[in-house]
């Protein structure tokens, strides 16, 4: 039978809801892969120092529009860092800002530069309490960090013992659980309550743990939260294409010098900016669900963070091209996800 699937999709220009764009040289060399496709971005605050203060988010947004490149259009969305000391006044700041949309919890020592994350988030009540009132979001990187729980566990064990007597104590607090990886995760956005959404990269939707150690170690397969079972890929690839509007595109594209992913301790993150939306178009391509695909990367974003769709268009063809083994960034260079491998999607 001859394939009736479709060469090209035309869909309203998406939003990324998770990214890291560092600063200095690095935010130069990797915004623009982001402001070719998406319109805006959530920004992650994990700087270092780590942005706690919306003054802080101010100064971040105005450099990083100052490296938006001539002709293209791109809005920064700003997140401030949750510590156990953030003052419910720095929320009250941060809504009248009308510039940061959201506030970011990373459990201490989760993932990279989080050191100043929160420790026990009974530090943090008043100050949830006040995000609850004023509808400001709470962005979750949903991992504990005992030691004792298995690395691919730490999720799941998250939404138990953090996640679900976080809801019953507040109900109302819009949550975003960022980038999930398991089918626990899934199934617990989609039959929950109350205002809840859920951030999928295109990475676990295309990729188990498997591909970390094909023909050896692979560093730049190497995220956290870690690729899991095929199980659970087939799951957040449900999840994905279903037409729940509880679900969007967060590509947690996370750019790292070669030399630090190459290394004995090497940094977790996967460089996917450069072709987000064409590794997103392959998955659901291939369970033959692209006709999802607009209402997950352009739709349910702005929708649950209540700002209003994209007027532009992005167009994806089906036409291999293959990406690049290195990019320069910095003086250096990075390595992005599937470097020098054919992709088959590409954007018009």
């Not at 890291?20 to 605050?45: E, K, Y």
């Not at 188990?208 to 692979?218: A, P």
């Not at 532009?312 to 990406?323: E, I, P």
Request: aromatic share 8%; with cysteine.
């Amino acid at each position: 039978m001859p394939n009736s699937r479709p060469d090209s999709i035309t869909i309203t220009r998406p939003d990324d809801w998770h990214l890291h764009l560092r600063d200095g040289a690095m935010l130069a060399a990797v915004l623009p892969d982001s402001a070719r496709q998406f319109a805006r971005a959530i920004v992650m605050p994990n700087l270092k120092p780590p942005v706690t203060l919306t003054s802080q988010a101010a100064a971040y947004r105005q450099r990083i529009l100052a490296a938006v490149p001539d002709g293209l259009q791109f809005e920064p969305l700003m997140t401030l860092y949750l510590t156990d000391n953030t003052a419910p006044d720095e929320i009250r700041r941060a809504r009248d800002s009308g510039f940061v949309h959201g506030i970011k919890l990373y459990p201490a020592g989760a993932t990279t530069n989080s050191a100043a994350g929160v420790s026990d988030l009974a530090h943090c009540t008043r100050t949830l309490e006040v995000m609850q009132e004023l509808g400001m979001p709470l962005l979750l990187h949903g991992e504990v960090t005992d030691p004792a729980i298995d690395l691919f566990d730490r999720e799941a064990v998250f939404i138990e013992r953090v996640l679900m007597p976080l809801r019953r104590a507040m109900p109302e607090l819009k949550i975003v659980f960022e980038h999930i990886t398991t089918s626990d995760a899934a199934a617990y956005v989609s039959q929950s309550g109350g205002p809840i959404a859920a951030t999928i990269t295109a990475h676990h939707l295309l990729y188990n743990r498997n591909e970390i150690f094909k023909g050896g170690v692979r560093p730049h397969y190497y995220c956290l939260p870690v690729l899991k079972r095929e199980s659970h890929r087939q799951a957040l690839v449900q999840a994905a294409t279903s037409g729940s509007d509880r679900f969007f595109l967060g590509t947690d594209s996370a750019p790292h010098l070669r030399g630090a992913k190459e290394q004995a301790c090497g940094c977790a993150g996967c460089y996917t900016a450069r072709h987000a939306m064409e590794l997103y178009a392959q998955a659901f391509d291939a369970v033959d669900a692209l006709g999802q695909l607009e209402q997950f990367a352009s739709f349910n974003g702005p929708d649950f963070y209540q700002l209003p769709r994209n007027s532009g268009t992005l167009t994806l063809r089906r036409q291999a091209w293959t990406m690049p083994a290195e990019l320069p960034a910095d003086g250096e260079t990075l390595v992005p996800l599937n470097a020098g491998e054919s992709i088959p999607w590409k954007m018009a």
